[in-house]
Every structure is written in structure tokens, then in C-alpha cells.
């Protein structure tokens, strides 16, 4: 009995870590984290036509704003989780569906 509770949390944990990241990703954060990385702020767009009208050498990297990037081994090893745990979802509900489908059709 108490192997069964310690699967069922352990489950119970894999799923909602994989709902946070799954809903992380589905909402767009790290397309929005993505383009904030490549988006030059105003200031540098105007720093970037100034040296262009002096006809300064354009180097890209000089006008980009730089973040610190928060991620780490631990976030990486969670997203491989999320993905395998998608995986798995995704094909229990094939078959499910599968099944639910071909007793439908043998009505």
C-alpha cells in the first residue's frame, strides 16, 4: 500500500510540473523572451541611424540590449521531462480515442 502512494504522488508531481511548463510554453513566453533578446530598444535604433548617417562601421552587437539568461541544468533536465511526459499523454490518448472509436464504428 504504501509503494502505491508513493507512485501515485510521484505521478501526481510529473503532472503538474508538466502542466507549468506545458502552459509556460503555451502561452508564449519564450517567443516573447525570444524576440526581447533581438529587439533593438529605441535608444540604439537611434545610436544605429546616427552612426549610419556618420558612416561609423555598423557592428549589430553594439546596438543589441543584453539579458541574463536564467536557465540552468535544472530547467533544462524539467523541459526533457515535460517533453517525455507530453509524449506520453499524447499517446495513451491516441490509443483512448482509438478505442473509443472503433466501438463506435462497431455499433
Known amino acids: 500500500m504504501k509503494g502505491k502512494s508513493i507512485v501515485r504522488m510521484v505521478i501526481g508531481v510529473l503532472g503538474i510540473v508538466f502542466l507549468v511548463v506545458y502552459f509556460g510554453m503555451a502561452s508564449g513566453y519564450l517567443e516573447v523572451e525570444n524576440r526581447r533578446k533581438t529587439a533593438l530598444t529605441q535608444e540604439a535604433m537611434e545610436k544605429y541611424e546616427k552612426d549610419l548617417k556618420e558612416g561609423k562601421k555598423i557592428d549589430m552587437d553594439a546596438y ?30 491516441d490509443y483512448l480515442f482509438s478505442e473509443v472509436d472503433k466501438a463506435v464504428k462497431s455499433k
Open 64 to 93: 543589441l540590449v543584453e539579458k541574463k539568461v536564467y536557465s540552468n541544468h535544472i530547467s533544462s533536465v524539467v523541459l526533457e521531462m515535460s517533453s517525455i511526459i507530453e509524449k506520453g499523454f499524447n499517446a495513451i490518448l
